[in-house]
């Protein structure tokens, strides 16, 4: 079974309007970390949004925010007043506690929305 | 320089080469990452290193072989590839700083193709 899920492999959206990019997980870790990543036609990962899965808080970082549903096991990308230069492909990864009192851990990715902003 | 930077940024090589790509992180990061990103597949973990100690081998093939002499640089030694391992490998660094929230930052990649 997928960790992650990106059920949008591609989405147009019209230049300043708000758009969301789903994302769910499946985890039976307690601790946990959720993380956006943009990936523009260059190929370099940058890095946009963290979660943690005991944040109360929804993580907001400039345009970006991210609507945390832990129950639903969701983590979407809200990106607003969106820009030409927002088109690229989004990531969704998830980072398990696998090692106890913690240790570098891989990322788990999702496969990914192309999001192509419009004028 | 900053951040994370990898050469080179593209390489083409027969099955019989010996190549190497090359991953250097000026963020005083203490774990670095290998990432293999192939077409409409999922970003895959390769491998993992932590304060210099390989931690994590992804069932990755013998011709992939990492190194990595210290915290700042990290190789990826090539030989014998197949067409099928061409793809984008990114290289990424983290702090480790032992939770959940260990920010991992990427460089920009080599795209390797393999004739």
């Known amino acids: 079974a997928q960790k992650i899920t990106q059920t949008q492999p591609g989405m147009f959206v019209q230049e300043k309007e708000a758009v969301t990019l789903d994302c769910t997980y499946d985890t039976s870790d307690q601790s946990y970390g959720l993380f956006w990543y943009k990936q523009p036609s260059s190929g370099e990962m940058i890095f946009l949004i963290y979660?943690?899965?005991?944040?109360?808080q929804n993580a907001t970082e400039g345009r970006y925010s991210l609507n945390f549903q832990k129950a639903r096991k969701s983590a979407n990308l809200v990106i607003s007043a969106s820009q030409l230069g927002d088109s690229a492909m989004y990531f969704c990864?998830?980072?398990?506690?696998?090692?106890?009192?913690?240790?570098?851990?891989?990322?788990?990715f999702g496969k990914g929305t192309h999001l192509i902003i419009q004028p | 320089e900053t951040g994370v930077t990898q050469t080179p940024r593209h390489l083409v090589m027969g099955m019989t080469n010996k190549k190497s790509l090359k991953c250097e992180q000026h963020l005083g990061h203490n774990a670095m990452y290998w990432y293999k990103q192939s077409a409409k597949k999922p970003l895959e973990l390769m491998f993992v290193y932590n304060f210099k100690e390989q931690t994590e081998n992804n069932s990755v093939p013998s011709r992939f072989s990492p190194e990595c002499p210290n915290s700042s640089h990290l190789f990826l030694h090539l030989h014998t590839l197949q067409p099928e391992d061409s793809a984008l490998y990114l290289c990424a660094s983290s702090r480790n700083s032992g939770g959940p929230g260990d920010t991992q930052y990427f460089g920009p990649g080599t795209r390797l193709t393999v004739l």
């Open positions: 979660q943690g899965s005991y944040d109360e």
């Open positions: 990864a998830m980072r398990e506690a696998k090692y106890s009192g913690g240790g570098a851990d891989g990322l788990t």
